[in-house]
């Protein structure tokens, strides 16, 4: 006779059922069942997958359209444009030259025959047996007694009031130098020292001197190599002497908007559009796979012929060759300052990325717009600038195209999960109700087995019995 066992690990615990009257696998027939009846929450799942891979892109891709809006919004700064004069050397290892605010335009010739430099003084060193008071122009300076070398100089270097520099040589010489450069005259440096460790060296001191130069052929004398009124409005900074290699040339520009500054900001919206239209491209072109299995295939291809993302990124492609509307026509579009799509200089064929809109800056056209015309260019910058942050913006903006679509796949991933969570509070009555089911007809099978054994003993026990009377 079959037996059967019926088990399970506690309340709630899926039934296992061994060695079944019936001979049936029932964990696997019900396993099967289930599995049919659970398709539609798969359905349901790999929706929801879509969904979320969905949410995620266009998030990331709202989030590169707000970056592009804000790089346009810079094209548009008023501070952009703000003028300033541009001060070159030519020759700047020898002369450098910064401008300070209104300096004379024009170019000027700046010799130098003598560079300023400090006083110094130079001692033998003896560590003092006793402590005692140092002075060095007035100001004291305590020495412990047994102080090396460095620590006097140390001790010197750390006092805020003093008028000199220490270095401590190898050779056991102290060296003061002023802290200020410049014509000292004769007197310099006044040592005072009862302790006995300074000992002057002969021969050894230098006076202070004053850097000596011309600009335009007029003599003048600084006590610093950093000179501030030699050229109105712009500091030089003296490094060589120029008595052999000739006069420095430094030029002053006229105020003007920053060609470099202008330029940099310029590639750097152009380096944002094209990876931005580059990611939407990309995702329009991208199609889904036909029979989508893992999780990256259900995210794969979910913006694939996106209508709303393919009118924004014709929107913004528009933008950019249309000319704006009230602007002379030399200077009313981002063509006329270098800036388009197609073919990139030098080049015969459109390249990949130019067929696709991505553009293309002529640094030297730029800059040649920005010296020329630079309030045509700010002007126009400002009122295209202005337009494209209306296109891109009516989607990426928080309120705006994407964020509503984000949104609502938000409420429909909610939505998804409840009846998903439902389905499977369903599916888990279902399942307990058929293993209840099985248990149920193994018991019948096995009584009735049990009885046709009883039978057919009792039988069998007969037919001996006649058999033997």
Do not use: C
């Amino acid at each position: 006779m079959s037996t059967q066992s019926v088990s399970g690990s506690g309340a709630g615990a899926p039934i296992n059922i061994t060695g079944l009257a019936s001979g049936l696998n029932t964990n696997e027939i019900i396993s099967a069942m289930m599995a049919v009846e659970r398709e539609p929450v798969g359905h349901l799942t790999n929706q929801q997958t879509t969904l979320q891979a969905q949410q995620t892109m266009l998030r990331q891709l709202q989030g590169n359209l707000q970056q592009l809006a804000f790089s346009a919004a810079d094209l548009s700064s008023p501070a952009l444009f703000e003028t300033a004069q541009t001060v070159t050397s030519s020759n700047p290892s020898q002369i450098s030259a910064l401008s300070t605010k209104g300096a004379g335009v024009g170019g000027y010739e700046v010799n130098v025959t003598q560079l300023a430099n400090s006083a110094q003084r130079t001692f033998s060193f003896t560590s003092p047996a006793s402590a005692g008071t140092l002075t060095i122009d007035g100001e004291e300076i305590n020495i412990k007694a047994g102080a090396s070398i460095q620590e006097v100089a140390n001790a010197i270097n750390s006092d805020a009031n003093a008028t000199v520099y220490a270095a401590a040589l190898e050779e056991g010489t102290l060296v003061l130098s002023n802290r200020a450069t410049g014509n000292t005259g004769e007197g310099f440096i006044a040592v005072s020292d009862p302790t006995g460790a300074l000992s002057e060296v002969a021969g050894k001191a230098k006076q202070g001197k004053d850097a000596e130069y011309t600009v335009d052929g007029v003599a003048a004398t600084s006590s610093s190599n950093t000179v501030k009124n030699a050229i109105a409005g712009v500091t030089l900074s003296l490094s060589a002497l120029t008595t052999v290699s000739g006069p420095v040339t430094i030029n002053v520009a006229a105020p003007a908007p920053s060609v470099s500054n202008i330029t940099a900001q310029v590639e750097s919206f152009v380096k944002l559009y094209n990876s931005t239209i580059g990611s939407i491209h990309n995702q329009l072109t991208t199609k889904p796979p036909e029979h989508p299995q893992t999780t990256t295939e259900l995210g794969t291809g979910t913006l694939f012929g996106d209508s709303d993302l393919g009118s924004l990124l014709s929107s913004m492609r528009q933008a950019i060759y249309t000319p704006v509307e009230g602007l002379s026509a030399e200077m009313s579009s981002l063509a006329d300052i270098g800036v388009s799509t197609g073919v990139g200089s030098g080049s015969a064929v459109p390249s990949e990325g130019a067929v696709e809109g991505e553009l293309k800056l002529s640094a030297n056209k730029l800059s040649e717009a920005i010296q020329n015309n630079p309030a045509g260019v700010q002007e126009m910058l400002q009122k295209w600038a202005s337009g494209f942050q209306k296109i891109v913006n009516a989607d990426a903006e928080p309120g705006g195209n994407l964020d509503t679509r984000i949104n609502g796949d938000s409420t429909s991933i909610a939505q998804l999960s409840s009846h998903i969570a439902s389905m499977n509070e369903m599916l888990e009555v279902r399942q307990k109700s058929l293993q209840a089911q099985f248990v149920a007809m193994e018991q019948i099978v096995s009584r009735n087995q049990s009885q046709q054994a009883w039978l057919t003993s009792q039988l069998t026990a007969l037919m001996a019995n006649s058999v033997t009377g």
